[in-house]
């Protein structure tokens, strides 16, 4: 019985052997550690509830319930107010520097990372908050833009384009 392969699948058969129907490999694609990443994303998911559930639970031991309750609910409130008021002031910010004539992608950027620690801060839990209280800092947000900086660049770079 011969099959009928459709026109997708031609280029991965070989000349010679298409009537017989059997395959080639298909050539390996390059990744550069893209999947790597990838597949830790599913284990940071399911680690960091199992790890704020913990916290939770030290915590709740050490000071009790409320005060663990209480905790998590200022750290919301301050992640509220952080985001209401870095909106503004990063579109101030933004617009002067482009008035300017500077570049304003650092400006985005640790307005983009104030956003993020908000962000954190109001999602319960305490590893979440301490990370959001990090990024809070100006040295951890500075050395994080550097870090970045260089990431984009190279990521520009290998994809053909061009950064300031």
Partial sequence: MRHNHSNQWQPYLSE??????????????RT???????????????????????????????????ATIGLVLASTIAGSLLIR????????????????????????????????AAILLIIPGFITSILGLLFVLPPVRDTAWRY???????WLEASGLSYG
Avoid: C, Y
């Fill in 85 to 116: 008021h870095q909106g503004f002031g990063v579109m101030t910010k933004v617009r002067t520097e482009m008035d300017a004539g500077r570049d304003p992608s650092a400006q985005l950027a640790r307005g983009a990372m104030m956003v993020f």
């Fill in 16 to 29: 010679g052997t298409r009537a017989s129907g059997k395959w080639r490999q298909a050539p390996k694609q």
């Fill in 148 to 154: 970045l900086k260089k990431r984009v660049a190279a």
């Fill in 32 to 66: 550069n550690g893209f999947n790597l990443r990838i597949s830790f994303l599913p284990l940071l998911f399911l680690a960091l509830p199992i790890a704020e559930i913990a916290g939770f639970v030290i915590v709740g031991g050490k000071i009790g319930a409320l």
